[in-house]
T-cell receptor, first 113, second 113 residues
């Protein structure tokens, strides 16, 4: 089955700096890559996703890049703010049908004031 | 439109007891799933369903049963609780086809003593 590795497990950045979280996946058939943000005590919520026919997608301060050849994708957050502090999960799936999401182990992002 | 609703939010069980975690969604999603979240382990798939009457095992199914008698409901049963089942449980649903967002319930924090 699919295996998703996520790094780093903890990332501390100064407010206003950029943060990058990286994930690799093992199944070349995977074609859908969402990112979820989970605030303390809350449910995971989708913040951005990318499909395999796209190399990059941006939404305001967050962007995701995908390299299908290398089987890795990354989350980029620019101009970090205190409300960005959370745990971020990457995931991969073959997209729809019975195939579920395989999640990485998560990155705890800490924004230092 | 309530989305995905899980009950209870907190539960303490004694070893050997059984219980059912409830999950309901009102978005007419065909696909429903249960994940458990443990520190440093990310979200791991327990069981999933692609429609009423159809269920299948995920990555960590042992000790859990599910059924799907309606599109809306997908309960998770712990047959004989063990301390290793202490975790936070999330139900999630999405449309079956295409690359679509998975919506999560608010989670159930279960402690088995």
């Amino acid at each position: 089955g699919e295996n998703v590795e996520q790094h780093p497990s903890t990332l501390s950045v100064q407010e206003g700096d950029s943060a990058v979280i990286k994930c690799t996946y093992s199944d070349s058939a995977s074609n859908y890559f969402p990112w979820y943000k989970q605030e303390l005590g809350k449910r995971p919520q989708l913040i951005i996703d990318i499909r395999s026919n796209v190399g990059e997608k941006k939404d305001q301060r967050i962007a995701v890049t995908l390299n299908k050849t290398a089987k890795h994708f990354s989350l980029h957050i620019t101009e970090t703010q205190p409300e960005d502090s959370a745990v971020y999960f990457c995931a991969a799936s073959k997209g729809g049908g019975a195939d579920g999401l395989t999640f990485g182990k998560g990155t705890h992002l800490i924004i230092q004031p | 439109n309530a989305g995905v609703t899980q009950t209870p939010k907190f539960q303490v069980l004694k070893t050997g007891q059984s219980m059912t975690l409830q999950c309901a969604q009102d978005m007419n999603h065909e696909y429903m799933s249960w994940y458990r979240q443990d520190p440093g382990m990310g979200l791991r798939l327990i069981h999933y369903s692609v429609g009423a009457g159809i269920t299948d095992q995920g990555e960590v199914p042992n000790g859990y049963n599910v059924s799907r008698s309606t599109t809306e409901d997908f309960p998770l049963r712990l047959l004989s609780a063990a301390p290793s089942q202490t975790s936070v449980y999330f139900c999630a649903s999405r449309l079956l086809m295409g690359d679509t967002e998975a919506f999560f319930g608010q989670g159930t924090r279960l402690t088995v003593v």
